[in-house]
């Protein structure tokens, strides 16, 4: 379907050198704040006390906040959970203080300044249990990035597969490096948007790639760059309309989710953004540095010497 159709083709390979530049400053930037700051992890993976309450009328996270704070839990986090009357609370893990008895000591202070609170849920995350998901979460990233390696190189070739899976990493680094500029928490969710902008980002590429392979059968006297510029123009309409009804849901949740769904949904914005900037100005440079070319898809026919009769 195309609400568009784009004339003549935009040049975008004559910009190759220009983007790819922008993309290894961008990406070696957040891999300095990686090493430098480091991810801001949650709960989730540092260990601690999860708590979830609920309050007869609206609750006020600031004041609970406070409260929090005056009993020396100045670290704890406070959101709204579901709905206006229901409050999360995580508190990372305190040396010598077990999480039964932390959870009490919060439930009563709560109480001292609202009766009518009650507490709903308490699930306490040891630090082993937050080291394991650490290295799970590691290993589930390297088994996408190897899958989405795989299924391009059988799909395509090898030289696709290559610069898709560059592309793709560099989307989930620039991600990991906002995480880590801004000290954003890391939790489980941000994880599973994080593996989400993988899967995204490779089903750009399979579409960008499927009409470079196209162009290279029907447009046989065209030059390589010429092919890949039809290819990604050809694709625009297509590319506006998805990301664009993409990005309106994200955005809904985005300001509409509250603070559950708020760093997901910010994690799956700054990659849909940098999805299409990778798909179009990194994977393909990427290509025509590999040498991509005609033969690749198209073998030279074996030309037999004809018999010549006596």
Not at 44 to 73: P, S
């Amino acid at each position: 379907m195309e609400f568009f159709r784009i004339k003549k083709d935009i040049p975008f390979m004559s910009y190759g050198k220009i983007t790819t530049s922008v993309s290894l400053a961008t990406f070696l930037l957040a891999v300095f704040f990686l090493f430098t700051k480091g991810l801001n992890f949650g709960v989730d993976f540092t260990g601690g006390t999860v708590m979830e309450f609920h309050y007869a009328q609206a609750a006020d996270a600031n004041k609970v906040r406070e409260q929090l704070a005056g009993i020396g839990l100045k670290d704890a986090q406070v959101q709204n959970f579901g709905s206006s009357h229901d409050l999360l609370i995580q508190v990372p893990l305190k040396q010598n203080v077990a999480g039964a008895k932390l959870s009490e000591h919060v439930r009563d202070t709560l109480k001292q300044h609202d009766a009518t609170v009650e507490m709903r849920r308490v699930e306490f995350v040891g630090p082993q249990v937050g080291k394991d998901l650490v290295e799970n979460g590691a290993m589930a990233l390297l088994l996408v990035s190897l899958g989405i390696v795989g299924y391009l190189w059988l799909r395509f070739e090898w030289k696709f597969g290559l610069s898709a899976i560059i592309a793709n990493l560099h989307d989930v680094v620039i991600i990991l490096g906002f995480f880590a500029f801004f000290q954003w928490e890391f939790s489980l969710s941000v994880l599973a948007a994080v593996l989400a902008v993988l899967g995204y980002s490779v089903n750009e590429s399979v579409v960008v790639f499927d009409r470079i392979r196209e162009n290279f059968r029907s447009m046989r006297k065209a030059e390589v760059h010429e092919v890949i510029d039809n290819a990604i123009t050809r694709t625009m309409s297509r590319t506006i309309i998805t990301h664009a009804c993409t990005q309106m849901m994200v955005t809904a949740m985005l300001f509409l989710g509250g603070e559950t769904l708020h760093y997901f949904a910010l994690a799956l914005t700054i990659g849909i953004l940098f999805g299409i900037y990778s798909s179009v100005l990194v994977a393909s440079p990427l290509l025509m540095m590999l040498g991509v070319s005609r033969e690749d898809f198209i073998k030279p026919e074996k030309v037999e010497a004809e018999e010549v009769l006596p």
